[in-house]
């Protein structure tokens, strides 16, 4: 059975998502304004107008759609989005609306000019979607009352509201529902320096005193993500606390995160053992899936879900036509050297967007 079979968050210290206990720790570091909110300074610049200019017209702001991996910030920027303008908030997700009747009774509590916030919108239900179009569209509901020939459809008219919808990939979302937001947001993973300054907000809350080579030390593991960077700097504390005189320096940080087996590029036992299988015992790929998952003792899903997309990105990895090869920043990575006659040297076809997964 593999060691990542639950919620990967349980599991592991790098992984992207969070579960309740971390939400609940993690309000106190949320941002509370549009200013206050780190990076991303497009897409910050476009929020501003796009809510500055509701506010000037006296209106509820568009529906918003905030795209991007998880621990970036969309939460929060639903929140800014709901402060902003002076609203209250909603909150609700698409694994939560399982049948139309769901959604309607969320609708038919919203109040004029609340924020509701959607998370993992792409997971609604098929029978809600129609519910939600019209919602979207015309601040209307069509509720079906009775059964069968019988079945009459009551309009139930609606408040005007924002929806923020967030999902992790725009492309997840089916065609209709994605034409109903009026602005669409992307978010990326962060430089090294704005994950510093997250850290140095958040070690201000939490009343951790991190200097700037500890902060970096931290910010260069935390694969581009906030949520990653803020658990980083809470276990790197635990160390300073119990193991040295409770400064986060560079060499507290090392080495708190070598004992949490995190290294330089924020990879965990996981992926190093993913990348020393593909290197050492198939001699840089290429190799299938389900034979690179025996080796590492895995399930091929979570060699797939949760080591692989982030060492796609990190351009360690790339999966082929004819299956997963390491790339020379592999073998590097992992001390090699970069065999003469690698074979990425003849691979055209790298599928860097991950979408060709059976191999
Ligand atoms: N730009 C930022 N500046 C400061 N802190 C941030 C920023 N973005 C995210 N954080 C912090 O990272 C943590 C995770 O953020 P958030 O919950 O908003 O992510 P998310 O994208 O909604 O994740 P999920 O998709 O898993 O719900 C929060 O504690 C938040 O305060």
Redesign the pocket.
Known sequence: MSMFDNDEAASRLVG???DADERAV?AV???RTLSE????ERLREQLSLVLDAARARGHTADHILLS?P????????AMIVAAEMGAPLRITSGPAIQHAGDLAAILSSIGEGDVLFF?EIHRTARAAEELLYTAMEDFRVDVVVGKGPGATAIPLELPRFTLVG?TTRTGLLPGPLRDRFGFTGHLDLYEPAELQR?LA?SAGLLEVELREDGAHEIAGRSRGT??IA?RLLRRVRDFAQVRADSVVTADIARSALEIFEVDTMGLDRLDRSVLSALCKNFGGGPVGLGTLAVAVAEERETVEEVAEPFLVRAGLLARTPRGRVATPAAWTHLGLAVPQRAPFAGEAELDLFGTNDDN
Do not use: I
């Open positions: 992207g998502s969070a993690e570091l949320r941002p909110f780190v990076g991303q991007g998880p621990g970036l910030g969309k939460t929060t920027l998370d967030a997250v907000r906030p949520r803020n």
